[in-house]
């Protein structure tokens, strides 16, 4: 569910693994794509990202998790299309990477790149107050505002900072059979309170258009005021007691009334999302805190609440303390009630096949993907478990699902690594060192890059599509 990373057990979410350092030239051959937290989605995935600068200070640096989640980025995207519309931006040019952390915070770097924190995600109360948050960012993004000052890139250099944004998804896959998540983790010395400091002249420019957005989307600014209403009197506090997005993002009373009296003034005043999307908050909630906190879901959601976000949040707690007689039943309970919900699917998948049941994980990866065909993510995770049978009669067809994952995730070196496990299995050795050239891509290897092409240039026909990236890839290596 969350981000990549690896799950063995019930109780251990997320497989941890080694810094990844993003080159610069890989930078500059893929920074025109999509850009996104490599690897494959398994229901909630995690990437630990340390500090490239842990080392160098003696350990002090900071390290910031990222999580990847079909579902939950499925939901915050439909949220922010028409704001990106809105904006001019094209909603696929911007990545939405999550931020595990209990901070409340968001923030745009590297051009269009917006990170969300589940921090800021746990602490609205509303899909409103989400969008009026995604709304202002876009309004950075739109506005072209930069990381501030010296004090802004403190401990990251702007190669490090880039490495993080447009490489999140470079991971080391550690093999382990039944992980429902792989660890990405990228080298950046980013210190959190410090990332971004916009101006107060930003913070206002980036206001005033997020709040056009919201207006030409017909959605209400209410969600943007209830939300800097929240953090009122922030500024008063020691720094040290300040929420993140104050440090990050200079709040006014200025700023709050700007806001307060453009939302007396439109004619969208009382245009809310609809009963739908504040539905799908409270699934995107609730399987928030049964992944990261379940002792505090199994709390929080009563075991006599019929709703779907209570039993959703329940199920994932129970699977997640390890109590699978309980949460396969409601996972079932959930398919049941909603059998056209592929994330529900893709959960059982999950639980299955991180419970040594991987044959039994087919069926319900295969029809999330039946049901969201366009998710690179489900596609991935159906084809781990497809490999992980061991069943010669479906390398094939994983290959023919890596194919399609890899076009939405290019720069994740796990899918790249199953790629090249499937052809291995066919004892295609051109088409394995295809594959791998491309994972050392991913991650930033340029030596095993060159080596792996230059392999696959022998072993494959030439002007065959393998060969003819292997010679692409060659030659960026060869340039940069």
Not at 291 to 313: M, T, V
Not at 402 to 431: C, H, I, Y
């Amino acid at each position: 569910m969350l981000k990549r990373r690896d799950v063995v057990k019930a109780d251990s979410l997320f497989r941890k693994g080694g810094e990844v350092a993003i080159r610069r030239w890989a930078i500059r051959r893929w920074a025109i794509r999509r850009w996104e937290t490599a690897l494959l989605a398994l229901a909630l995935l995690l990437i630990p990202l340390a500090a490239a600068t842990a080392q160098e200070s003696g350990g002090r640096g900071q390290q910031m998790e990222f999580i990847r989640d079909a579902e939950i980025e499925h939901i915050i995207r439909g949220y922010a299309q028409p704001i990106f519309q809105a904006a001019g931006v094209d909603p696929e040019a911007v990545d939405i990477i999550l931020v595990q952390e209990d901070v409340i915070n968001a923030f745009v770097a590297g051009g269009q790149n917006m990170f969300i924190y589940t921090g800021l995600l746990q602490e609205c109360d509303n899909p409103e107050q989400l969008v009026g948050v995604m709304a202002h960012e876009t309004g950075h993004i739109a506005g072209g505002h930069l990381i501030r000052g010296r004090d802004a890139m403190e401990n990251a250099s702007a190669e490090a900072l880039l490495a993080m944004v447009l490489g999140v998804g470079a991971a080391i896959a550690t093999g382990q059979p039944g992980a429902a998540a792989t660890v990405i983790t990228g080298g950046t010395g980013m210190a959190e309170n410090n990332l971004l400091a916009f101006s107060r002249t930003q913070e206002g420019s980036a206001d005033a258009a997020g709040m056009r957005f919201l207006d030409s989307a017909h959605v209400t600014t209410q969600g943007l005021r209830d939300f800097l209403q929240k953090l009122a009197g922030q500024e008063l506090l020691p720094a040290s007691r300040q929420v993140a997005y104050t440090r990050t993002h200079p709040l006014t009373q200025d700023r709050i009334d700007a806001v307060a009296s453009h939302l007396e003034t439109s004619p969208w005043k009382n245009s809310m999302l609809t009963p739908a999307a504040h539905e799908q908050f409270q699934r995107l909630k609730a399987k928030l805190v049964g992944f990261l906190h379940p002792a505090l879901a199994l709390r929080r959601y009563a075991a006599g609440d019929p709703s779907i976000p209570a039993r959703y949040a329940r199920a994932i707690a129970l699977y997640r303390q390890g109590n699978l007689t309980e949460a396969l039943p409601q996972i079932d309970a959930l398919i049941a009630r909603e059998p056209g919900n592929p994330f529900f699917y893709e959960l059982k998948g999950q639980v299955l096949m991180e419970n040594q049941r991987v044959a039994d994980s087919l069926a319900p990866y295969r029809r999330s993907v039946e049901l969201l065909p366009e998710s690179g993510l489900l596609r991935g995770s159906l084809a781990q478990a497809l490999l992980e049978t061991n069943n010669p009669h479906v390398i094939d067809e994983a290959l023919r699902h890596l194919q399609l994952a890899t076009r939405q995730e290019r720069n994740s070196p796990f899918l790249w690594r199953l790629v090249a496990t499937g052809w291995g299995r066919k004892n295609n050795d051109g088409m394995v060192a295809y594959a791998l050239a491309e994972e050392a891509v991913a991650k930033g290897d340029r030596a095993m890059a060159r080596s792996q092409s230059e392999r696959a240039e022998r072993l494959l026909p030439a002007g065959s599509p393998g060969w003819l990236r292997a010679q692409d890839i060659r030659a960026i290596v060869d340039t940069h």
